[in-house]
């Protein structure tokens, strides 16, 4: 009969002592013990499907995941990170400590924020133009944004379109020529998988491009509207693209547009409210790829009654307002995180 020795496989340590999970591999399956300091408390028998969480199940009598892990062995990591996950941890100190134990150091802000989507009981995300770059379309205000070298009101304004319609046209065609390269990152996937699972409740945009929606998101607020949607500027009768892109006039003779909110315009209140009224009620609030320079939609974050998270390339000032800022892509940030939330949601 083959049997490995006991070994520790879990050790955690409180102010009576140290409770110990130890694990020993027999050709019939794994036996796990619960051991309370170095008094064996007896162990109980684990058939050959006995798995992990089963001798997790063991260490339930105390409020394990309250107290400090001393020890994780690797072999049981992906049973204990499923736990660390779902549990709501009123320590800091404690949730920390359980993170940077089961986590490589470069995941555990993104280990966090899973944590808490899924100790959250409403979240909502609002994202701006860097959530967009790694789908090669240009934000406005990096170094390599369109207002770069662009003074926005003369090109994305009402003024612009009355009195300078060639410049207005000749910007929202080359975003046009650009929107028709680009698709949907991970990123976008990600979220949209999240909404899936029901740990999202809707993402506010303030971009215009549609690739939340393409990339399967169905609760999608387009703050600032949508380029892929044209109408009358006069009428506001609804117009195909080509009428825009030909630069034809609307049978009423008004200018053709696209369905995007310009500098000095009101924000759609189809868009605004639901979210405004989303984010009031949120547990969570996670803010994506937005410098948060532009009135109203940078008001949300802070109307958020719960926690609120900010993943950004370039962290600015402003950012210490969060409770949790993750400085990187977001495309590769939300990456991560989804393989931590399907290694939990996947059944
Ligand atoms: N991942 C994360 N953040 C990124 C990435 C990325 N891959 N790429 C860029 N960023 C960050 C930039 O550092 C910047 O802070 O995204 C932010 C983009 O900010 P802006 O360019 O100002 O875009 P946004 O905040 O969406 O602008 C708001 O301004 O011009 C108007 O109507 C336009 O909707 C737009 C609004």
Redesign the pocket.
């Known amino acids: 009969m083959m049997k490995t020795a006991w070994e520790t496989l879990l050790s955690i340590g409180s102010e009576g002592g140290v409770l110990e999970l130890k694990g020993r591999l027999t050709e019939d399956g794994w036996y796990f013990r619960r051991v309370v300091s170095d008094m064996e408390e007896g162990s109980r028998r684990f058939s050959a499907e006995g798995s992990d969480e089963d001798g997790l199940a063991l260490l339930d009598d105390y409020a394990w995941l309250s107290l400090y892990p001393l020890y994780v062995d690797n072999k049981i990591t992906t049973a204990v990170r499923k736990r660390v996950l779902f549990h709501r941890y009123r320590n800091e100190s404690a949730f920390s400590a359980w993170i940077e134990s089961t986590f490589p150091e470069d995941d555990w802000e993104a280990a966090k924020l899973v944590n808490w989507i899924l100790t959250s009981g409403s979240t909502v995300v609002l994202t701006?133009?860097?959530?967009s770059?790694?789908s090669s379309l240009p934000?406005?205000?990096?170094k390599e944004?369109w207002?770069k070298n662009i003074d926005?009101r003369t090109v994305?304004s009402t003024e612009a379109l009355s009195h300078h319609y060639d410049l207005f046209h000749s910007f929202y065609k080359a975003r046009l020529d650009n929107l028709d390269q680009a698709s949907p990152h991970n990123g976008h996937r990600a979220l949209a998988n999240w909404e899936k699972y029901g740990r999202i409740d809707a993402v506010a945009t303030?971009?215009v491009d549609g690739l939340h929606q393409a990339a399967g998101s169905q609760t999608v607020y387009e703050l600032?509207g949508s380029i892929r949607r044209f109408r009358c500027h006069q009428c506001g009768e609804e117009l195909p693209r080509s009428t825009f892109i030909e630069k034809e006039a609307c049978s009423c003779g008004g200018r053709i547009r696209p369905g995007v909110?310009l500098f000095g315009e009101m924000l759609p209140a189809e868009a605004w409210e639901p979210a405004m009224e989303k984010m009031e009620r949120s547990d969570l609030s996670i803010v994506?790829?937005?410098?948060?320079?532009?009135y109203p939609?940078n008001q949300l974050p802070a109307v958020t009654r719960g926690r609120t998270a900010y993943?950004?390339?370039?962290i600015?000032t402003g950012a210490g307002d969060f409770d949790l800022v993750i400085r990187?892509?977001?495309?590769e940030v939300l990456t991560t995180m989804n393989t931590y939330m399907d290694e939990v949601l996947m059944e």
């Not at 934000?139 to 990096?142: E, M, Q």
């Not at 993943?311 to 370039?314: A, H, L, R």
């Not at 990187?328 to 495309?331: E, I, L, Q, V």
């Open positions: 701006g133009a860097g959530m770059t790694e934000d406005f205000r990096s944004g207002w926005p994305a303030q971009n600032h909110v994506i790829g937005t410098s948060l320079e532009v939609a993943i950004n390339k370039d600015q990187g892509n977001a495309g």
